[in-house]
């Protein structure tokens, strides 16, 4: 709900600060007097486009700040706040402030926080329904119709939402499952090849380095068998050193006890017939150890040929291949399964359509009976309110399969006829605003709509009627405002009476300066105000009177 409205150097207002209350407020003043300069500063701080034209004369810039206070935010706009991170505590008024530069620049802000325009543009439509001569949204746009309807019928469109979800998921799914069914069935005979390549292989995990380590051991015994086998002569035959040591250790051994140098001779040349043995052994067995099948080392290097082939040709590791293998009959399989997963699935998706155009034909029928009990309900109201010839009617209408959604199968639009024979058409094609503003009216008084926008306005609806339609106008304003805010710029004294807060708007000059002023008016203050309004410049005692009656009325 609208709390107060704060105005500064907009136009012909230098400073303003207004506070509003529950319930039908009403503003009057003479034409002229800046009625339209209150809404325009409304319009500019919920996000219309900023017109330089509303900085007053003189001054660098212009602000509006608006405050709305609730029991409980509205969903649409807590869900909007949240998005753009702003928080607003349980209880803490919404404080929206637009400034504009005499330049053209302007700066939005939410509870001081800095914002775009395009978040108070979103807000508004929760916060401010203005219908006016030039100004109608809210229930002129055909694209909340729906949502109206549904609302009047108290349709549960829980159902057709969900099976419109659950519905959307599988034929996600099934499209899926079809695009990899295809590309996996494109890949069959590739990955059947790749299968069989790969199992006469049999690649086993450390094969390739085990291959490598014997190959590099038999590719160094070959390079070294030659001298090896040099060492080892060396040792062989009577001539050989080794022999040679053996014959002079004997020879020793024959005169050692003469002296005991030589003794000690004899021991040194013992311990290098030890070695020397030692050593010809090890030659020997590293020999052995080094020698290498020339056919054992081709098929060594084949065999890693191979291997380190496959694993380049399938962009992995040697160690991978046996994973490659597991993949590529995993894939198989899936190509073997995959037709059964798809008609799997179209049986799913078949059913899930099936339930959603139930639980969507089911709304439709609701949603038509209800427009039917719509129509005869604002036709009750047009009478009264000066439109015995118009007729309303609420269009449902079926979806092409294409634009079905989670809202049904349904379109719906308010359509209307001013004049016997004419045909319908919609609701924003009423060449009257007058006309235009009493539909709405009638529109909202049938559907006394709850979840609609905090404050709703009407400029100037009583325009071009008096008398019993102004009287019938005010009555049912003032029922819509029972439980919400309502506010009305009038020119009737019949609907200012109903009001139960007052508003004048005045327009006085000084020299050459001219300002615009809001009071909030009393009793007395009202009853002149009224009775200005029945009988124009000179207020006569019978207008008093005459004013006091519909006050009292009231």
């Known amino acids: 709900m609208l709390t107060a409205l704060a105005i500064r150097n907009v136009v012909l207002i230098e400073a303003l600060d207004l506070v509003f209350h529950a319930g039908l407020g ?3 003043g003479e034409t002229g007097a800046g009625k339209s300069i209150l809404l325009d500063s409304l319009g500019l701080v919920l996000g219309d486009r900023a017109d330089t034209g509303l900085v007053r004369a003189g001054t660098d810039q212009a602000s509006v700040t608006a405050t709305f206070e609730f029991d409980r935010l509205p969903e649409a706009v807590r869900a909007a706040l949240a998005e753009a991170e ?3 505590e349980s209880g803490e008024p919404l404080i929206i402030k637009r400034r504009l530069r005499a330049d053209g620049g302007s700066r939005a802000f939410i509870n001081d926080q800095p914002v775009g325009v395009a978040l108070l ?17 809210g229930l002129v746009n055909a694209r909340g119709h729906r ?21 959307s998921r599988i034929e996600a799914d099934l499209a899926q499952a079809r695009a990899s069914a295809a590309a996996a069935s494109a890949d069959e005979d590739l990955y059947t090849a790749y299968l069989a390549e790969l199992t006469a292989l049999e690649p086993m995990i450390g094969e390739e380095a085990e291959l490598a380590e014997q190959r590099a051991a038999m590719q160094k015994g070959e390079r070294l068998s030659g001298d090896l086998a040099a060492l080892q002569n060396l040792w062989e035959g009577s001539d050989s050193a080794l022999a040679v040591l053996r014959s002079a250790a004997r020879r020793l ?21 030890i070695e020397a043995g030692e050593a010809e052994d090890r030659i020997a067995a590293a020999l052995e150890a080094l020698a290498h099948d020339p056919l054992l080392l081709d098929r060594i290097e084949t065999r890693l040929f191979e291997l380190r082939a496959a694993a380049r040709k399938h962009g992995c590791t ?8 597991a993949e590529y009959r995993a894939a198989l399989e899936k190509i ?3 037709g059964s997963h798809v008609a799997a699935l179209e049986r799913a998706a078949q059913e899930a359509g099936l339930d959603y155009q139930a639980k969507a034909e089911a709304l439709s029928v609701v949603r038509a009976e209800a427009a039917r009990r719509l129509d005869a309900a604002v036709a009750q109201e047009l009478a009264p309110l000066k439109l015995d010839s118009a007729r309303f009617h609420t269009a449902v209408v079926r979806l092409p399969e294409d634009r079905w959604g989670p809202h049904g199968v349904d379109a719906v639009e308010f359509l209307i006829a001013t004049n016997p024979g004419a045909a319908f058409a919609p609701l924003g094609k009423i060449a009257s605003g007058g006309e235009l503003s009493r539909f709405i009216l009638a529109l909202k008084v049938a559907l006394a709509e709850e979840g609609g926008a905090a404050t709703v306005i009407f400029d100037e609806i009583d325009r071009g009627v008096g008398g019993a339609v102004a009287s019938a106008i005010g009555e049912r304003l003032a029922r819509l405002a029972r439980n919400g805010q309502l506010l009305a710029v009038t020119h009737s004294p019949q609907v200012a009476a109903r009001g139960l807060t007052h508003y004048l708007i005045a327009k006085s000059s000084e020299g ?37 009656r519909l006050l009292e009325q009231a």
């Open 512 to 548: 050459t300066v001219t300002r615009t002023s809001v009071m909030l008016l009393d009793a007395a203050g009202r009853q002149e105000e009224i009775a200005r309004m029945l009988s124009g410049a000179e207020i006569t005692p019978e207008a008093r009177a005459q004013a006091d």
């Open 147 to 167: 949502l109206l309807l549904d609302r009047f019928a108290h349709a549960d469109t829980a159902q057709v939402s969900e099976a419109w979800q659950r519905w």
């Open 318 to 325: 040697a160690d991978a291949l046996p994973a490659r293998i």
């Open 86 to 88: 702003i928080v607003v």
């Open 26 to 28: 009403v503003l009057t």
């Open 336 to 338: 073997e399964n995959g």
């Open 253 to 273: 051994d024959r005169i050692a006890g003469e002296h005991p140098m030589l003794a000690e001779a004899l021991a040194s040349l013992d311990r290098a017939v």
């Open 121 to 137: 543009r979103e807000l508004a439509r929760a916060l401010v329904e203005l219908h006016g001569q030039h100004d109608d949204r």
